[in-house]
């Protein structure tokens, strides 16, 4: 019984061991070292194995499943930040089937419990938007890069961090004929349920044109 005890526990180490090293291998720091000694806390440069990182987000549980993954993001500082992650699907099952390489997720910070965000996987790569205790954290593809698998970490601008965040849409002029949505109301997150809202979201085309939308 004690050598059935001792190998399940090899066992788990082994996997846990596993799965560490592919983590491990799953963004590589390549920030110049001019750029760090000029900005060492708004921008950093990441290579990412981008089979891997597909691969890990292929193995994701849906978010009403009970269970998560763990996924390692990386930080403007150069550091990696662990991430329970669940996948939350934001299209309509019509528009899921016609893009399937289009995935999103839900992560929640382990290492930063206040750390919360929306991370997705398109054709064009990854990309998340992280509200953490460091602030507002972006990671992007480097659009000047000539590599497929070089991403962008980066903070808000740090001297405006402290700004709140205002939404115009009011300034907008919009057709205001259907019944108006109370925005007094708050609606509490209760497990294993979710409210469902449709949506139809424009852009401008240089905003199109910069992140490479239309298609």
């Known amino acids: 019984m004690k050598k059935l005890v001792a190998s399940l526990i090899s066992i788990l180490v082994l996997i846990h061991s596993g799965v560490s090293l592919a983590q491990a291998g799953l963004w590589q ?16 440069y990441f290579d990412s194995d ?3 990182l597909r691969n890990l987000l292929d193995r994701v549980p849906g978010e009403l ?23 939350s699907s934001i ?9 399937p390489q289009i995935k999103t997720y839900k992560v929640q910070g382990i290492d930063d419990p206040i750390a919360s965000g929306r ?4 054709g064009r790569g990854f990309h998340a938007m992280l509200q953490t205790s460091q602030g507002r954290i972006f990671i ?12 962008l970490a980066r903070i808000r601008d740090p001297n405006r961090v402290s700004e709140p965040f205002y939404c115009r849409v009011d300034e907008l002029e919009i057709n205001r004929s ?3 949505v109370s925005l007094n109301r708050l609606v509490n997150r209760i497990p294993g349920s979710l409210l469902t809202y449709r949506l ?7 905003y199109a044109d910069t992140l490479g939308g239309g298609k």
């Not at 992007?140 to 991403?151: C, F, I, K, L």
């Open 91 to 99: 299209m309509e099952a019509g528009l899921a089937e016609k893009y």
């Open 65 to 87: 499943s009970g269970q998560t993954e763990t996924i390692d993001l990386p930080m403007p500082d150069g550091s990696l930040a662990r991430f329970s992650i669940v996948e």
């Open 119 to 122: 991370v997705d996987i398109t």
């Open 29 to 44: 720091d390549v920030t110049p070292q001019a750029r760090l000694s000029t900005d060492t806390l708004s921008t950093r």
């Open 50 to 52: 981008d089979q891997a």
């Open 200 to 206: 139809a979201v424009s852009a401008t085309k240089h």
């Open 140 to 151: 992007d593809p480097d659009a000047g890069s000539t590599g497929s698998n070089r991403y």
């Open 178 to 180: 259907s019944q108006p």
